[in-house]
């Protein structure tokens, strides 16, 4: 009896903690996004959200704040970087989980994990050095002449960042289906091709999905290396070869320079709620996504 009750103590104290990290967890962000709501309030009480959201005006000493143009660089980078990286994870994290051998995928998953644990101004360096001639050289080819520090420049290198972040957890998602489920299909006549469509991939879409949204957050929040190739111009680009100047540079670049500017602080942290907000409704809208899936 005594040993059961200990059981029981011993549960509910592993219970309670959780709970308690949990708590604590939402706590953390709900202060977070308070702090970001109370140093952005001079700048929202002193001008309309919608000039201050969708006007590309940015002249700090001419009182005008304009997020429009950070906010589209953003946007942009972080997509460029996702129609590069995702098929490219998500076609390795398929050959590695059905086609390659075991010793192939096990030999291969320790690069892949340093790669995604890389500085990421060891990637702005590269960036620097082959990513902005590549696309000088391209952008030439296509009528342009341009240095080269371009969004295209920052998605591209974004994209070579993240694959290997969306491609290990792509290949623990696909890992982890049960080799039941593709030994059933074969005995049932399934081909391979067969089998990784209809039961790998509609087993795993989920947490397929779930990879893709994660590099995207870690893409659109990136902030030094894709500083060092954009070219941090502030206005909005109209083609992939124009220079951009994301929120996360914008913020890097400017917090704690040129304070004595009235509301350029408040601007600031404006920028960074609007990056917590926007990558908050990305989140959400993938939970919506995966919730209707789960249900199909």
């Not at 919608?50 to 005008?64: E, R, V």
């Amino acid at each position: 009896m005594s040993v059961l009750l200990f059981r029981r103590f011993k549960d509910q104290i592993v219970t309670m903690s959780l709970r308690g990290i949990l708590v604590g967890v939402l706590i953390l962000s709900a202060g977070l996004l308070g702090i970001l709501l109370l140093k952005s309030a001079p700048m929202i009480s002193d001008f309309p959200l919608s000039k201050l959201i969708f006007s590309a005006a940015w002249n700090p000493w001419k009182g005008q704040f304009g997020l429009s143009a950070f906010i589209v660089a953003s946007l942009g980078v972080a997509i460029i970087a996702l129609i590069f990286a995702s098929p490219v994870s998500l076609l390795a994290a398929l050959y590695l989980s059905e086609c390659a051998n075991r010793r192939l995928r096990n030999a291969l998953r320790l690069p892949i994990d340093i790669l995604a644990g890389v500085p990421s101004v060891v990637f702005g360096l590269v960036g620097v050095i082959v990513i902005i001639p590549s696309v000088s050289i391209l952008s030439r080819l296509c009528g342009r002449d341009t240095t080269g520090y371009s969004i295209l420049s920052g998605g591209i290198l974004l994209a070579i960042m993240i694959m290997p972040y969306i491609l290990s957890l792509s290949l623990e998602v696909l890992l982890s289906l049960p080799a039941e489920a593709r030994e059933a299909a074969i005995a049932l006549g399934a081909t391979r091709w067969e089998t990784v469509r209809h039961v790998v991939l509609k087993r795993s879409v989920v947490g397929l999905v779930a990879a893709v949204v994660l590099g995207f957050a870690r893409a659109f929040g990136e902030t030094i290396a894709v500083m060092m190739v954009v070219g941090n111009v502030a206005k909005i680009p109209h083609s992939a070869f124009d220079p951009a100047y994301p929120l996360p540079a914008l913020i890097a670049n400017n917090f704690g320079e040129l304070m004595s500017i009235p509301r350029f602080d408040s601007a600031l942290f404006l920028a960074a709620l609007v990056l917590m907000i926007i990558v908050g409704i990305f989140s959400l809208a993938a939970q919506a996504v995966l919730h209707h899936i789960g249900r199909i």
